[in-house]
């Protein structure tokens, strides 16, 4: 079994910066591939960003490319989620997931989920 808590949610003006965490334990997080995903009330859980075992590949959604950037440590069992230029639309409750192989954009081909951190944005 593999546990994951996100950490580092809260509310933050446009244009502002938050740094998620994910601590994973459990299992070797060095051989998951890992992903952020964000759910906004009354909408479906979307694709944020991914990132492989070996931090070799990333993959971001469109809305987000350039603005936020994934990373791990795999030292530290933990997945990174840097937030700038926030904007209203980016509010949501974040996810981190993890999963055998590489990493993927659907959130159904991820095994394990945390249980989510809210991040809002005013403007």
């Known amino acids: 079994q593999v546990q994951l808590e996100e950490s580092g949610g809260g509310l933050v003006q446009a244009g502002g910066s938050l740094r998620l965490s994910c601590a994973v334990s459990g299992r070797t997080f060095s051989s998951y591939a890992m992903g952020w995903f964000r759910q906004a009330p009354g909408k479906e859980r979307e694709f944020v960003a991914a990132?492989?075992?070996?931090?070799?590949?990333?993959y971001y959604a469109d809305s987000v490319k350039g603005r936020f950037t994934i990373s791990r440590d795999n030292a530290k069992n933990t997945l990174y989620l840097q937030m700038n230029s926030l904007r209203p639309e980016d509010t949501a409750v974040y996810y981190c997931?993890?999963?055998?192989?590489?990493?993927?954009?659907?959130?159904?081909?991820?095994?394990?989920w945390g249980q989510g951190t809210q991040v809002t944005v005013s403007s």
């Open positions: 997931a993890a999963r055998g192989g590489v990493a993927a954009q659907r959130p159904t081909s991820y095994d394990y």
């Open positions: 990132i492989n075992w070996n931090s070799g590949r990333t």
